[in-house]
């Protein structure tokens, strides 16, 4: 079945450090992969998505390209705000499926 | 634009008691729907998914139940909480399971003692 692996948390860095969160995915046929950001106490957000490969998407200065060689969607930021703490979610989605989360990485930013 | 609320936002209740959540989705119509749990520190479990009015998918055994009794209200419920009942729970919804963004709704912090 479909399933998505990201790194374990808590990911802790200063602020303006670049952040990179791994993600990476097992599926069959085309999946579309996405990136959700959850801030304390609130529902998810969509951040970026990719529908196909090599495609890149980017956000508020995130971005993630879809790799299907290496079957991986790493999130990326070069410089990170103490406003970008919050739990991150990588997912993906074939057609007439179930969305498919990975289990979350939280993100802390000191100042 | 497309709205989904969920109330209530935060609920404490005892272990025995019962459970009614809803969601309800505005601006659009034959949304597919879905109930997660997220544990403290946890990531999303699927509960429930429905396709349709009366049409409920369970994905996981347990003491809870949805129901879907009109096109853009879904209820999540329990006729006796456990403790491991707590947790956050978030409504989402998407138009139809061909479509690419599923929106997530506020959650409702449940809190079972």
């Known amino acids: 079945g479909n399933s998505v692996t990201q790194m374990e948390g808590p990911v802790t860095l200063s602020e303006e450090a670049f952040l990179t969160i791994n993600c990476t995915y097992t599926?069959?046929?085309?999946?579309?992969l996405f990136w959700y950001v959850q801030y304390p106490g609130e529902g998810l957000q969509l951040l970026l998505k990719?529908?196909?490969?090599?495609d890149k998407g980017s956000n508020k200065g995130f971005e993630a390209t879809y790799r299907k060689e290496t079957t991986s969607f790493h999130l990326e930021k070069g410089s990170v705000q103490v406003s970008d703490s919050a739990v991150y979610f990588c997912?993906?989605?074939?057609?007439?499926?179930?969305?498919?989360f990975g289990p979350g990485t939280r993100l802390s930013v000191l100042p | 634009s497309q709205t989904i609320h969920q109330w209530p936002a935060t609920l404490v209740q005892p272990v025995g008691s019962p459970l009614s959540l809803e969601c309800t989705v505005e601006?659009?119509?034959?949304?597919?729907l879905y109930w997660y749990r997220q544990a403290a520190g946890r990531g999303l479990q699927l509960l429930f998914y429905?396709?349709?009015?009366?049409?409920i998918s369970s994905e996981v055994p347990q003491n809870l139940s949805a129901s879907r009794p009109q096109d853009r209200q879904f209820i999540l419920s329990s006729k006796k909480l456990l403790l491991s009942d707590s947790g956050f729970y978030l409504c989402?919804?998407?138009?139809?399971?061909?479509?690419?963004?599923?929106?997530f709704g506020p959650g409702t912090r449940l809190t079972v003692l």
């Open positions: 989402a919804w998407i138009k139809g399971r061909g479509w690419n963004e599923q929106f």
């Open positions: 599926a069959t046929g085309y999946p579309s």
């Open positions: 990719a529908t196909k490969a090599d």
């Open positions: 997912a993906l989605h074939n057609y007439g499926q179930n969305f498919v």
């Open positions: 601006g659009t119509s034959n949304p597919n």
């Open positions: 429905s396709v349709g009015i009366g049409q």
